[in-house]
């Protein structure tokens, strides 16, 4: 099947199937970073990496360079970080603190507001050489919530909250896991993978892929959360079946798992008597100890992954139609013990990182999948597991479904088509 | 302070034993050359990063590098089938005396991995504490410092 790209899109999207083009094919890529990550809400950045006035970190949206800052008036800024005069980058480092940003070419100096405040050799511009014409542009739409920074290319849309609607339950459940009600990100691991970037929102939500490509994981039984089995006991065997879980579908392709006590082991926070009891001074014991025994997975399409019992987030950059990078941050909840702070750094580290146990098996499997797909004469990629289970919105328009299910993805390719039909 | 002509020899020795056993997948041999009380830790994004506060790469003991051959030689590993292949170069070597007789060890270290038809390398620098027990040198720490340590990362190999 040759895509006319512009014309096709409706057809690639079925019912319970997806055409293979929607992860090979470059130039859908291409339309995706328009119509997908140039316009809805994309997740940009965690006010508490640039806690202090004149922090900043550079990234990209979209693949176009950007920094966030903090001004001078602890206001967050996400800029594109390209020089007004010549394009040049205006920030190279990863990440510091500076008021002002230099451009290395020409020397314009521009604030950590974006305000242009020196362009050297001014008598040689044209008289009506206006500066405040030229200050870095801003992203054109940027808003947080409760700390979360995310970003728009597109001027028009919904607000964030909005967008985010029943997403804003889950993420005040992860961050009311710190007694302060605030977290602090911490340094990321990053890990790449020859892949589309779709192959790893979906498996977000795929919980029935674990006991067959995790099995090694599982089996050698060591710790996998070493440091944190040391400290607070390993708590019984993960159940294969996950039985007791469920997932929930909000909207805009956002989905959640709640694995209610289906992966002990890896909830560990639950164990900490000292969290619990900090938690318990603030909602009573048995509510501290839902809150401390949360493990769920949220996906906030289509660039942000979370997850509660180990406290990191990752997000997704698409690179190229098959080459994706991920970026995992561990998270600290301020006013929880440093020592169980320490052992979530030390289980995402583990689960996540290039070196890990956990997360290579699966940028094995996105490999494969990427590699499976190059075949043309079996165009369809099939979902099969529980999309007949009954799909009715609870009172908070929820799908609550059972954890052996396809439908979330399913539920992502719905929020792709919707954005990808729109010009 | 440098060690004698003979130690250095001993220690290169050492180094060049303890890539042939990585190199040949022979992972049980090389839990043989660690201390129970060993860290292997590689750090990320930068040198000096701290572990309580930063993600890192690579941060076990010997329990999780036991567990992690267990890992390596399960036959349900994805990552394993086929097993990348790996050379190990090393270079550079220093050594000199450290704290209670255990020695201080510096190399480059350039480690290849053949995959899935793409050889990928990891060029840094491995820093060893190594102590003698039972008349062997065994390695008490081993850090290892990638110059891509602040890049996006393909899996990497016990280096
Ligand atoms: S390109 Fe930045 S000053 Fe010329
Ligand atoms: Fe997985």
Same mark, same amino acid.
């Given at each position: ?6 014309? *096709? ?20 890529? %291409?339309?995706?970073? #328009? ?9 940009? *950045?965690?006010?508490?990496? +640039? ?21 001078? =008036?602890?206001?967050?800024? +996400? ?107 911490? #340094? ?36 996998? =959360?070493?440091?944190?089995? =040391?400290?607070? &006991?390993? &708590? ?37 008597? %000292? ?39 990752? +997000? ?11 970026? &995992? ?42 590699? *499976? ?12 597991? *529980?999309? =007949? ?7 908070? &328009? ?26 | ?59 076990? /003991? ?12 399960? !036959? ?5 089938? !086929? ?14 005396? /450290? ?17 899935? /038809? ?16 039972? /008349? ?15 890049? !996006?990362?393909? !899996?990497?190999?016990?280096?």
């Amino acid at each position: 099947m040759t895509t006319d790209v512009q014309t *096709g899109i409706p057809d690639l999207i079925g019912e319970s199937r997806v055409h293979r083009s929607i992860y090979t094919d470059p130039a859908i890529f %291409e339309l995706e970073m #328009k119509r997908i990550f140039s316009r809805t809400w994309v997740f940009i *950045g965690h006010e508490s990496e +640039v806690p202090h006035a004149g922090d900043y970190k550079t990234d990209t949206v979209a693949g176009q360079p950007i920094v966030m800052t903090r001004d001078e =008036e602890g206001a967050v800024r +996400v800029l594109f970080n390209r020089c007004r005069h010549r394009g040049a980058k205006v920030c190279n480092l990863p990440y510091g603190n500076s008021s002002t940003f230099s451009c290395l070419y020409h020397g314009w100096t521009f604030s950590n507001k974006g305000d242009l405040i020196a362009v050297p050799s001014r008598q040689l511009c044209p008289a009506n050489f206006d500066p405040g014409n030229y200050p870095l542009v801003a992203l054109p739409r940027v808003e947080s919530y409760r700390g979360f920074v995310f970003g728009s290319l597109s001027a028009e849309g919904t607000p964030l909250e909005e967008h985010l609607g029943r997403a804003t339950h889950y993420l005040d459940c992860l961050i009311d896991r710190s007694p302060e009600g605030e977290i602090q990100v911490c #340094k990321p691991v990053k890990y790449s993978y020859p892949a589309n970037w779709k192959l790893q929102i979906e498996n977000y939500s795929d919980n029935i892929h674990a006991r067959f490509t995790h099995e090694a994981a599982f089996a050698a039984r060591r710790p996998i =959360e070493s440091g944190a089995v =040391e400290r607070y &006991g390993a &708590g019984s065997q993960q159940r294969s079946d996950l039985r007791m879980g469920i997932n929930r579908v909000l909207s805009h392709g956002d989905s959640m798992t709640d694995y209610r006590g289906d992966r002990p082991q890896m909830a560990f926070a639950g164990r900490d008597p %000292e969290y619990v009891s900090i938690m318990t001074e603030k909602y009573g014991a048995e509510q501290a100890q839902a809150i401390a025994d949360m493990d769920i997975h949220v996906i906030i399409y289509p660039n942000l992954l979370m997850h509660s019992a180990y406290c990191h987030y990752r +997000v997704i950059k698409p690179v190229s139609v098959d080459q994706t990078v991920i970026v &995992g941050y561990p998270f600290k909840l301020k006013g929880a013990p440093t020592e169980l702070n320490e052992a979530f750094v030390q289980a995402s580290s583990e689960h996540i990182s290039a070196s890990g146990a956990v997360q290579v098996d699966d940028m094995e499997a996105f490999a494969r999948v990427q590699e *499976g797909l190059a075949v043309e004469q079996d165009e369809w990629v099939s979902y099969v597991y *529980g999309i =007949e289970e009954p799909q009715v919105p609870n009172e908070y &328009g929820e799908i609550e479904l059972g954890m052996m299910t396809e439908v979330p993805a399913l539920h992502q390719h719905r929020e792709w088509l919707r954005l990808m039909s729109r010009d | 302070m440098v060690v004698s002509r003979d130690l250095q020899h001993e220690v290169e020795q050492f180094l060049f034993h303890e890539a042939e056993l990585l190199e040949n997948r022979r992972f049980e041999e090389w839990l043989e050359l660690l201390t129970r009380d060993v860290i292997y830790w590689v750090p990320n994004i930068r040198d000096d990063s701290d572990i309580s506060d930063e993600a890192m790469i690579s941060y076990e /003991g010997y329990d999780e590098l036991r567990a992690r051959t267990v890992r390596l030689r399960h !036959p349900l590993n994805p990552t394993q089938k !086929p097993p990348p292949r790996t050379r190990h170069f090393i270079t550079n070597v220093s050594a000199e005396a /450290g704290e209670g007789g255990e020695l201080r060890v510096r190399c480059n270290l350039l480690v290849y991995v053949s995959k899935d /038809g793409k050889v990928v390398h990891h060029p840094g620098t491995s820093e060893y504490r190594l102590r003698e027990e039972d /008349g062997s040198w065994r390695i008490a720490s081993k850090k290892v410092y990638l110059i891509t340590n602040d890049l !996006p990362l393909t !899996p990497l190999p016990i280096m």
